[in-house]
């Protein structure tokens, strides 16, 4: 592919992913600037907390939704490798956009709509880690960490274990390693909340 074309892709999808789903819609139904309240955050933990379960499930999907249309338009059309590039990019818009003086959510949701894109059967037991872990501790934040980083190790042993019907026998180590590069990005936006939680301070799902 030309380098010209993969840049305006990939600047294309950060621009996408930057849409700052969780600041718009507090905007437009509640008159309020997410920012304000709670940890701050747009994302939609801090939605959820601050305006209710419904107002967090809508940010959630429309935050997934970035990542997963951007990532699964790309797969449909393009290759694995590019594709996986085209995801990122979203979820690096997601983090810091430019809407917002580069100020944004975690990248959990976007980064679970790029994964599921990738390979929807891996992604799906990531989603039961995160649920089974949310629901056992109350601390969304472990889950959301703990959910994304299993996906690179499921990747691999689903390549290396049983590599006769694994969904990512086309995938290489180089892929791998992008996806790696999106699971330490999503660790360094949660790296108050990893503090929080040696400290036995992080808020739990309920909590105020």
Do not use: Q
């Not at 700052?20 to 709670?38: A, E, M």
């Not at 969304?140 to 959910?147: K, R």
Request: net charge positive; hydrophobic share 50%.
């Amino acid at each position: 592919m030309n380098i010209y074309i993969l840049f305006s892709l990939m600047v294309a999808s950060y621009f996408v992913g930057g849409v700052p789903s969780g600041y718009l819609y507090v905007k437009f139904i509640f008159k309020k600037n997410i920012r304000d309240f709670g940890s701050g955050n747009i994302g939609s933990t801090n939605v959820m907390r601050v305006f209710g379960k419904k107002a967090g499930f809508i940010t959630f999907v429309f935050d997934f939704l970035k990542g997963f249309i951007v990532t699964i338009i790309a797969r449909i059309y393009l290759e694995p490798n590019i594709a996986v590039f085209i995801g990122v990019m979203a979820v690096i818009g997601h983090i810091f956009p430019v809407y917002l003086r580069f100020k944004g959510g975690k990248g959990v949701a976007t980064s679970a709509g790029v994964f599921f894109a990738l390979c929807p059967a891996i992604s799906f037991i990531a989603i039961l880690i995160w649920y089974v872990i949310s629901k056992t501790t109350k601390y969304v934040s472990l889950a959301s960490i703990i959910a994304v980083v299993s996906f690179p190790i499921l990747m691999i042993i689903s390549k290396y274990a049983i590599p006769e019907t694994s969904i990512f026998y086309e995938y290489n180590f180089y892929i791998l390693l992008v996806v790696i590069v999106s699971v330490l990005l999503v660790i360094f936006t949660h790296r108050t909340n990893i503090s929080r939680l040696l400290k036995g301070k992080e808020s739990k799902t309920g909590g105020k």
